[in-house]
Structure formats: structure tokens, C-alpha cells
């Protein structure tokens, strides 16, 4: 098997802090690691990091969820600003592309694009998504993206 970049194989690397944000850990579990809890009050059902570096110069905002199923969602920050969602998502492929090369998977469903890197079951995702208009999506994932093809 290829060789996993950026430590992706143990979980997400964030640069600033050189920690490891593990797979398949709950929010308990990875609570000290510097996420905020939302909501801040109350049951907590998510873990959010502002502004982490990831994949060398990657600037994103990442979401972990309640159930520490091998996923974390992030939002890049150092982009320019796109005026459209298909904008954005080629300047962030293109950013992804100088990172890990050609991707393994290219394609569309339900008329969005998505590119996708696959190293076994680690996957880099991102896609332009719909939830009451288009915006780009980027996952990190251990085996969640593979199964549900």
C-alpha cells in the first residue's frame, strides 16, 4: 500500500500544537485536545477548532462529531474569497491537487462534482454539496467515505 501523508493514517495532524486528532475517538476523548464544545452549554454534540493548520499550509476550521466515527469535517480559511461554490472548489482541489497529486476518484452525483484521495481506507473528500444552496465540503475520513460507496 501506498504510504499515508500528513500522519492521516493515525488520525488528523494539526500543525500549530503538533497533536493528532485520533480516528474513531469520542468527543470525551478527544475533548482536551483544544476543540470548543457546541453548544457551550448543556450536552455536548461536537467539537470545533477556529483555525488549525493542516497538510502543510492548509489554513481550516474542522468539526469533530458526537460519535467519534472516523470523520472530521473541515472548512478551508485561506482561500480567496469565491463568489460561487464551483469557484471555491476548484481553487481548494487545486490547493489538494499540489498536496497529494492526482486523485483517485473523480466524479459527479446528483450533479456536483467531487474529488476524493484514497489510501486504503483513508480518505481525503470534497465535494460541492447542497443544504439550501451549494457550498464546498471537505472531509477527512478512516473508512466512512469507501464503506458507503
Known amino acids: 500500500m501506498e504510504s499515508v501523508p500528513y500522519k492521516l493514517?493515525?488520525?488528523?495532524?494539526?500543525?500549530?500544537?503538533g497533536t493528532v486528532l485520533p480516528w474513531f475517538k469520542s468527543l470525551h476523548q478527544i475533548a482536551k485536545m483544544g476543540g470548543k464544545p457546541l453548544p457551550e452549554k448543556g450536552k455536548t454534540s461536537q467539537l470545533f477548532w477556529e483555525q488549525e493548520t493542516i497538510f502543510e499550509d492548509l489554513v481550516v476550521s474542522i468539526q469533530a462529531m458526537q460519535q467519534?466515527?472516523?470523520?472530521?469535517?473541515?472548512?478551508?480559511k485561506n482561500q480567496v474569497q469565491a463568489d460561487s461554490?464551483?469557484?471555491?472548489y476548484e481553487q481548494v482541489k487545486?490547493?489538494?491537487?499540489s498536496k497529494f497529486g492526482s486523485p483517485t476518484e473523480v466524479g459527479e452525483n446528483d450533479g456536483y462534482p467531487y474529488t476524493r484521495w484514497f489510501w486504503g481506507n483513508i480518505c481525503v473528500s470534497l465535494?460541492?454539496?447542497?443544504?439550501?444552496?451549494?457550498?464546498?465540503?471537505?472531509s477527512v475520513s478512516n473508512g466512512v467515505i469507501k464503506n458507503a460507496l
Open 68 to 76: 467519534g466515527n472516523g470523520i472530521f469535517f473541515l472548512h478551508p
Open 9 to 17: 493514517s493515525e488520525g488528523l495532524y494539526l500543525e500549530g500544537s
Open 127 to 138: 465535494t460541492i454539496a447542497e443544504r439550501f444552496m451549494d457550498y464546498v465540503s471537505l
Open 85 to 88: 461554490a464551483q469557484k471555491e
Open 94 to 97: 487545486g490547493a489538494l491537487l
